[in-house]
């Protein structure tokens, strides 16, 4: 089954700290693993994804881990700003589902400042 | 490179009308795919396009559904008959020829109301 399980539902954090959200999916099939950010009445905009031959990519204050054993990848997001709050989607597609995205439920960011 | 764009950004409807929403994808994007997102969840796969191919759809788009991409550049979704269950946000997204095929830049998304 083409599932993408996400939590926390919701995360509060305070300016400055580290704001950690983890994803697991079940298909092996999966091997591109994308984060998306979305603003309320926006569309989802890509932040940053990887691929499972790493286990950690870094880009500014934002980091994938990902743990191909575990089927687990997680978003880091350092010294978090009030701008960061948002929603955050993980999703996984695989060229075998003809790459389309299969999301999870999303977790609503805040950061208070 | 303007991104994806959307129209209408939104749409309120009456039960049992047919809407029409158009995308137009990042020029020479060769892939197009349709979304559904409802309140409070992630986004829905429903169709794909690579050029004016349909190749896949989901069970979600149910024979009240219809998507077209003509001449592989804009595509529009028609739904027919619409349905109190069919008020969600819509969202397009496309995806590059060459390298990073799986990287989907969405538009704004056209919000249809169903009263």
């Known amino acids: 089954q083409q599932q993408v399980k996400q939590s926390p539902q919701s995360l509060i954090v305070q300016k400055g700290g580290i704001s950690i959200i983890n994803c697991a999916y079940e298909n092996t099939a999966f091997d591109y693993f994308p984060w998306y950010q979305q603003f309320p009445g926006k569309g989802p905009a890509l932040l940053i994804a990887?691929?499972?031959?790493?286990s950690e990519k870094k880009e500014g204050r934002f980091t994938i881990s990902f743990n191909k054993s575990a089927k687990q990848f997680s978003l880091h997001i350092m010294d978090s700003q009030p701008g960061d709050s948002a929603t955050y989607f993980c999703?996984?597609?695989?060229?075998?589902?003809?790459?389309?995205?299969?999301f999870g439920e999303g977790t609503q960011l805040t950061v208070n400042p | 490179d303007t991104g994806v764009s959307q129209d209408p950004r939104h749409k309120i409807t009456k039960r049992g009308q047919n809407v029409t929403f158009r995308c137009d994808p990042i020029?020479?994007?060769?892939?197009l795919y349709w979304y559904r997102q409802t309140l409070g969840q992630g986004p829905e796969f429903l169709t794909y396009f690579q050029n004016e191919a349909q190749l896949e759809k989901s069970r979600l788009l149910s024979d009240r559904f219809s998507a077209e991409r003509p001449k592989g550049s804009f595509s529009t979704l028609e739904i027919q008959r619409t349905e109190q269950g069919d008020s969600a946000m819509y969202l397009c997204?496309?995806?590059?020829?060459?390298?990073?095929?799986?990287?989907?830049?969405f538009g704004p998304g056209t919000r249809l109301l169903v009263l």
């Open positions: 020029s020479e994007h060769n892939r």
């Open positions: 997204a496309s995806s590059p020829k060459r390298g990073g095929q799986e990287t989907q830049y």
């Open positions: 999703a996984a597609s695989g060229k075998t589902s003809g790459s389309r995205l299969t």
């Open positions: 990887i691929r499972p031959d790493v």
